[in-house]
């Protein structure tokens, strides 16, 4: 492969509370997840983080949660599809508008946390988000995971899917990631983040937590903003892939 996307999620600071380092790590990603005021982020946070995005070239995205502040929208919670959908919908019309002021467009739409793994593992929750994104803007691109409901309901709608796999999260035998309520779920050792990736790109498969071999597709490669290694990880798999002759670049 001689192009990888690297997407992290920003805009996540809100109020007084300031989360990650999006300022340092902005000019290490080609592509910015950025939180729209449910799990994290509010409008001056968008305003700012679309601004900083726009200054480094970085292409950026709608990032959906759910509407859970307290918890970083990490915990699944009893909604409907129908909500699903509708929370969507006003997610990502919020980043439009803000993107639109800045004269600058959305590129893609990633869920976030429990939404993510809702729609991956559940398809009402996938239809109701694809459905979503097609109904706002059918050429935006969706991130999703590779054998989930996201992108086998994104496809069938006919959204241009971008494979994600992560740098910075272990994997479990089916493919899933490991949930963070589990031992092992972060990695937090750069050259354990920077073996999983290269491994990824080369192999195209992923080491299991149980040592075992899975398939995975990477188009789009994933650190997480809030991670403690965040920083660090980014820089390094930068300059790594950048060595290997690989192009840091979004996908349009």
Known sequence: MNQIDLNCDLGESFGHYVIGNDEKILPLISSANIACGFHAGDFSEMHRTVARAKKNAVAIGAHPGLPDLKGFGRKEMHVSPTEVYDMVVYQIGALQAVAKAQSIRVNHVKPHGALYHMASDQEKYAK??????????????????????????????????????????????????????????????????????????????VTAVNGGKVSVRAETLCVHGDGTSALAFAAIIRKELQNCGVKIKSWT
């Not at 409901?149 to 994104?154: E, Q, V």
Request: charged residues 20%; without cysteine.
């Open 128 to 205: 109701a988000v694809v459905q979503a994104v097609s109904d706002v803007d059918p050429n935006l691109l969706l991130f999703a995971m590779d054998g989930t409901f996201l992108a086998s309901a994104g496809e069938k709608v006919g959204l241009h899917v971008i494979y994600e796999a992560y740098a910075d999260r272990t994997y479990q035998p089916n493919g899933s990631l490991t949930p963070r309520s589990e031992p092992k779920a972060l990695i937090t050792e750069t050259d354990q983040a920077l073996r999983q990736v290269m491994q990824m790109l080369q192999d195209r498969t």
